[in-house]
């Protein structure tokens, strides 16, 4: 389970370190198992397919609304390799995922032989499936 690692003003699945994670990212609990023991064979990734701010959670397919509602900025982090809402001042308000955050996920458990991803929960995901896609399409690469 690669989420629910930090709550804002932090964020909530970050894949490395950064000034805005609170106390572990993906990278780093990959390692400890991995140095504990854990064959990458058996190691699986969790995905999170929501985001935690101030408010609580939030679906990634209903960001975009409260983006435009609240007058939240779009930002990424490129250090964590995350999207992220702030208000107007600049104080992180949302951490969550989008396509391109994991895809690099995805291409992170790839890159180190990991046995794969797991992800919570569809309800998450739009209609068209569009993040379930990105992390199959990303797992499995067509050669």
Not at 15 to 30: F, G, I, K, P, T
Not at 36 to 56: D, S, W
Not at 72 to 78: E, K, L, P, Q, R
Not at 115 to 132: C, I, P, Q, V
Request: charged share 20%; proline share 4%; hydrophobic share 40%.
């Amino acid at each position: 389970m690669a989420y629910d690692m930090g709550f804002a003003p932090y964020f909530n699945s970050p894949l490395y370190r950064s000034e805005n994670v609170d106390q572990l990212c993906a990278d780093e609990a990959v390692k400890a198992h991995l140095e504990a023991g854990v064959p990458r064979h058996k190691l699986v990734m969790g995905l999170a397919f929501y985001g935690r701010g101030i408010e609580g959670f939030a679906r990634p397919k209903d960001l975009t609304t409260v983006h435009l509602t609240e007058g939240y900025i779009a930002c990424w982090d490129s250090l964590a390799q995350v999207p992220y809402l702030t208000d107007s001042v600049g104080n992180i308000v949302y951490g969550y995922e989008n396509l391109e955050s994991l895809a690099i996920k995805c291409e992170y458990i790839n890159a180190n032989d990991l046995k794969g991803a797991m992800f919570w929960s569809y309800t998450g995901d739009n209609e068209a499936g569009d993040l379930r896609r990105t992390v199959y399409q990303t797992l499995n690469p067509i050669h």
